[in-house]
Each structure stands twice: as C-alpha cells, then as structure tokens.
C-alpha cells in the first residue's frame, strides 16, 4: 500500500476551509449507548465531527466525510452539555483535523464531563488535553490507511488510553500480533482488537486472542449487536 499524496488529502478535507475560528463542522449529536470501548455499555453523548482524510475500506461511518453543518463552538458545547450525561464522546470522521476540537474536549472536560476522543491514529496527539481517554486506531494493513500510522503518538499515550486494532484477515490478524509484541503494547496500556463487522467473526478472533498467550481484549461492535448494523445515530 502506497501514501496517499499530500494533495489526495487535502481535497478530503476542503470542506474545512474558510470555517471561521470558534466553530466546528459537526456531522452529528447524539445519545446513545457507548459501543466500543473500556466504556462500553454506558450512555454517552456523541459528538461526531463531520470529514475525515482516511479512507479506510470497511469504513462504517462515510457519510461523515461530506455532511456537516458548521456550529460555533459555544452552541456545540451547550448541545453535549444539554443531555445532562456524564460520558462525552468525540469522534468522528476525523476530529482531530479540525482545530477547535481542542479548545471542545477542554470545555467539556471542565464542565466535569468524562471526554473520550476516537482518533485514527494519523494525527498528533500532543495538543490533547490531559484529562481525554484517548481511543487511538492503528490501521492495519487490509484498511488501506497502515501507512499512515502517526507510531510517535504511541509516546504520547496515557497507561489510561486505548489502542484498537480493526482487524478484517488473517494478515491484518498477524500484523496487529507482530505490532502488539514489538511494541510492548499490552504492557503499556489497554488493548482492544475487533473484528471488521460480517468479515471476521467474533469467535475467530477469541481464539486468535487466546492462542497468541496475549492479555489482550476483545471488542465487539455493542451497538452493532442492539441496533440495525446500517442504523445511524446509534
Ligand atoms: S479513520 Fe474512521 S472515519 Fe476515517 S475512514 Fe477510517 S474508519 Fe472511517
């Protein structure tokens, strides 16, 4: 797989130019269940920011990447403010691509909000407040986007944080094992592993898991389970 060039990336993200300082291209704002993560299970308000530069190929969220409306910053915080609970995810498309996501997850962590941040993995996570759970991807290679790993941010990782593995073959399978080893990953902080939905079945993955002698987590898509799979806003 070849980097996608510079100007390949910069025509995914020109819906984000001319958006003035103080405002953010939100794709959507919701509550629902969080589905997968250490917080699992647990209501949460979604935050997700519309337009992302990657293109990975089992993306379940591509209407994000052209759908958004643009919204001062003031009015994004009062809306997550207005469901009253206490779990504020921020995702995405991308969030980290747009600049006011960090003056965001700070508000919302002052406002004693639990803030979760999902992130591709491609940006850099040291503008991040402190205080965000960060659920960092590393895009394996069937995703169409490994080469776009951003391994510095595994430096910038609290033992707190998560690092995910979508997993949708054998070699992704063998990739993420390899990587989890080198990297010493299940020793510095939480690590999940998923399977691409309708391509790797949970139970494949279990044993996969429990025959590599890793202290590793599997993760099962929860809303997937409850809700329609192809259901927004869930
Ligand atoms: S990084 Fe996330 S939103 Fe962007 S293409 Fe990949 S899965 Fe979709």
Redesign the pocket.
């Known amino acids: 797989m070849t980097n996608m060039s510079a100007a390949e990336k910069s025509h995914r993200i020109r819906l984000l130019e001319g958006l003035p300082a103080g405002s953010l291209l939100i794709h959507e704002i919701y509550r629902s269940l969080q589905g997968e993560s250490l917080y699992a299970g647990l209501p949460c308000v979604f935050v997700r920011l519309a337009v992302?530069?990657?293109?990975?190929v089992?993306?379940?969220?591509?209407h994000?990447?052209s759908q958004g409306v643009r919204q001062p910053l003031d009015e994004v915080l009062a809306a997550a403010l207005a469901y009253n609970t206490p779990v504020v995810e921020v995702t995405?498309?991308?969030p980290l691509l747009q600049p006011d996501v960090f003056p965001l997850m700070t508000r919302l962590a002052d406002a004693g909000k639990k803030v979760l941040l999902?992130?591709?993995g491609?940006h850099d996570l040291a503008p991040v407040d402190g205080r965000v759970h960060i659920i960092m991807?590393l895009?394996c290679p069937d995703?169409g986007?490994c080469d776009d790993n951003r391994w510095e941010n595994l430096d910038i990782l609290k033992s707190t944080d998560e690092v995910k593995f979508?997993v949708a073959s054998t070699v992704d399978w063998q990739w993420t094992e390899h990587v989890i080893r080198e990297h010493r990953l299940q020793e510095r902080l939480t690590v999940q592993v998923s399977g691409v939905f309708g391509k790797i079945r949970p139970h494949e993955l279990a044993e996969w898991i429990l025959r590599s002698g890793l202290n590793i987590r599997l993760q099962v898509q929860l809303h997937k389970m409850i809700w329609d799979p192809q259901a927004r806003g869930v």
């Open positions: 992302c530069d990657a293109r990975c089992w993306c379940d969220t591509p994000a990447f995405g498309g991308e999902e992130t591709s491609a991807d895009k995703s986007e979508v």
